[in-house]
């Protein structure tokens, strides 16, 4: 059932218990939230939202979410809707990328909203090191 469309991986704002969560709640009937990680990638901190982008050295923490899986009669308008938030295009690029579900490893494709470099800029200063907007959010 799950095998025909490919889950959104949230990171930030989206995920559950996050002020934008409930974006994807609204989506959510018949669907599922599963533990995931995304590895050799890196995020950045835009004050008030998270942004991933591929990792220029290696880095040591995967970042941290969850993948989030539609049914079947949600699928279309669900990324349609979460793609005018995120600003497919513009702000954020939404990529096919592999992901890990769950705590052991295994990989799935998944949507992924990538930082558009062309429009923002990424900083050193502005690195979450621990590549968890929750963790970073409670100490900063």
């Known amino acids: 059932m799950w095998e025909s469309r490919h889950p959104l991986f949230v990171y930030g704002t989206l995920r559950p218990g996050a002020k934008r969560h ?10 599922q939230i599963i533990p995931a990680s995304l590895t050799g990638y890196q995020m950045y901190s835009f004050r008030s939202f ?4 591929a990792a220029i050295n290696k880095v040591d923490k995967p970042v941290v979410g969850e993948a989030v899986y539609f049914s079947e009669e949600n699928y279309r308008e669900a990324l349609a809707y979460i793609d005018l938030y995120e600003g497919n295009g513009y702000v954020f690029n939404r990529r096919l990328l592999m992901i890990n579900l769950g705590t052991v490893e295994v990989l799935t494709q998944a949507w992924v909203y990538l930082v558009n470099p062309k429009v923002m800029a990424v900083r050193d200063e502005n690195k979450v090191k621990s590549n968890d907007w929750f963790e970073y959010a409670r100490t900063s």
């Open 22 to 31: 409930n974006l994807v709640r609204s989506f959510l009937e018949g669907g």
């Open 50 to 53: 998270p942004g991933i982008v």
